[in-house]
């Protein structure tokens, strides 16, 4: 099989995975250093949880449940909102353009599927074989190649409709960056997934270079809201602010 087609099989089997653990960690242009474990599912209902080190920022646990992300558990942020431990952000009130980036650092990352992320290798012109690779204990054969934003949308165009969707939005957040061009590296196991992929290059705001380890994937993924009496409720606090 040639690398482009090893790839392009890797990108297929992409459309079956409906849920996946996985660690993210790298650089996020203007948030430094990041690093997460997650877990996230996109049936019945998309939803994720996610515990998450940034650089000089501390430690935060963001949760993707019934169209709400929730950010915080921890103390420092109880001790600003009277004991409260969480903080809601309704997403249909942020709209499409919503900068949760603005959140937490990295918190923009969160709501990307990092399984449709892994295709984008697809849409390069000169993907190349590096060699065979073990990652996470898993043998992988290690695969190449440099891709445009312009590139890796016209590769979209045969993929069916749901499809195509999901990886237009997953491209949302490297538009935002400024990110027109990147390398990426995609490390594929015995099985013709994904198993680890690294994508680097250099946005708006300084470098990008990210790597996601999958850990598993089609297993169960259960996500609860926090409880409401440790939740403050941006929506809530901000009709409060404006009608005092």
Known sequence: MTPAAAVAKAAKNTEDIT???YRMKGEMPGQGQVNAEAAMRTK???AMSMKMTAAGQGSAEIR?????MYIGGNADMAKEMDGKKWMKFDLSSLGKDGDLGA???GAGQADQNPASMSSFLSGAKDVKK???ETV???ETTHYSGDVTLAELKASFKDADKKVREQREKSTEQLEKLGLDKFTMDMWVDDEDHAKQFRMQGDADKGKFDMTFTFLDYNKPVTVTAPPA?????LAEMMKELQNS
């Open 19 to 21: 849920s996946f653990h």
């Open 229 to 233: 009496g440790e939740t403050a409720d």
């Open 64 to 68: 993707l449940v019934d169209k709400a």
């Open 103 to 105: 959140a937490a650092s």
């Open 136 to 138: 996470d204990g898993v």
């Open 130 to 132: 590096v060699g065979t």
């Open 44 to 46: 019945p209902d998309i």
